[in-house]
């Protein structure tokens, strides 16, 4: 028991990436565990697994993370990554 209520999360905030291949959570696992969070942004990739999502989508996520976290801190205007360009 953590204390957190799945009724009680803002799912529109939720992004969720998945590989179809994850050995570790299979895709049915996470197709029904997502239907929780009506609202979720989601996004499965059918070639790739737990580790090869990251290794070749992990530049997107990084993005699409950040620029969720700079959109919601009203004191946070943009974010540099480490090659110097702004999100």
């Known amino acids: 028991y953590l204390g957190i209520y799945i ?3 803002d799912a529109s905030k ?3 990436w998945h ?3 994850d050995n570790q959570v299979k895709e049915a696992e996470m197709r029904e565990l997502i239907k929780q969070f009506t609202g979720a942004k989601v ?3 059918p070639n790739e697994g ?3 999502i990251i290794v070749n989508h992990g ?3 990084l993005e699409t993370s ?3 976290m700079a959109n919601g801190r009203q004191d946070c205007q ?3 990554c480490p090659n110097g360009d702004l999100l």
């Open 43 to 45: 996004t499965f990739y």
């Open 19 to 21: 590989g179809a291949l």
């Open 66 to 68: 950040l620029r969720a």
């Open 78 to 80: 943009r974010i540099r």
């Open 59 to 61: 530049k997107e996520i």
């Open 7 to 9: 009724s009680n999360i």
């Open 14 to 16: 939720i992004q969720v």
């Open 50 to 52: 737990h580790i090869s």
